[in-house]
């Protein structure tokens, strides 16, 4: 859940491209072929209207019953992409992550060091602007 909530608010990949290959109807919209539509992760992941008026919290147990239960509809939780060309490392990627987290958190402590100051940046991926200084207790 907290690996969720985390690619939930911080899309590493953050936006979504793809080209119209026909004249298409997007809802109101008429897209021309050929348009290139860019979708932001980010604003879909905080979109209230699909999450709740708690959209910019960090709140994991948002997922405590899987992503169909935390937003309306589904589709608007895209870490990995969706479709025919949905992430094909997704699977390894949350494995990598799980065990990371769980080798660290056993013989460590993590705070955020006072020197922190939270800058999102949209760079090619979402990265802490100012770098991620923690305090690290040896457990
Ligand atoms: C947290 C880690 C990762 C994130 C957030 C991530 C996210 C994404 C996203 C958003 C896409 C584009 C999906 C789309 O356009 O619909 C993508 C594609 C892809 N990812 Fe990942 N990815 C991650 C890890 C990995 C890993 C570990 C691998 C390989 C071992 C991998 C391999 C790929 C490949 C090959 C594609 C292209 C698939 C295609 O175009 O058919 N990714 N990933």
Same mark, same amino acid.
């Given at each position: 859940?907290? #690996?969720?909530? &985390? ?10 491209? @793809?080209?119209?290959? &026909?004249?298409?109807? #997007?809802? *109101? ?5 050929? &348009? ?10 905080? *979109? ?10 960090? @709140?994991? *147990? ?5 992503? !169909? !239960?935390?937003? @309306? ?12 060309? &949905?992430? #094909? ?33 949209? @760079?090619?991926? #979402? ?13």
């Amino acid at each position: 859940m907290v #690996i969720q909530e &985390t690619l939930r608010l911080y899309p590493p990949a953050s936006m979504m491209m @793809r080209e119209a290959l &026909t004249d298409v109807k #997007i809802g *109101d919209l008429d897209v021309p072929r050929g &348009t290139i539509i860019q979708v932001s992760r980010p604003m879909l992941h905080q *979109d209230k209207d699909a999450w709740g008026p708690d959209a910019g919290e960090f @709140r994991p *147990d948002r997922f405590a019953n899987g992503v !169909a !239960a935390a937003c @309306r509809p589904a589709h608007v939780y895209l870490p990995f992409g969706h479709g025919p060309r &949905t992430c #094909i490392g997704q699977n390894l990627a949350m494995v990598e992550l799980k065990v990371v987290l769980a080798r660290l958190l056993s013989r460590f402590a993590f705070a955020p060091s006072p020197r922190y100051r939270h800058a999102p940046v949209f @760079r090619l991926t #979402i990265e802490p602007g100012f770098g991620l200084p923690l305090l690290v207790t040896r457990l």
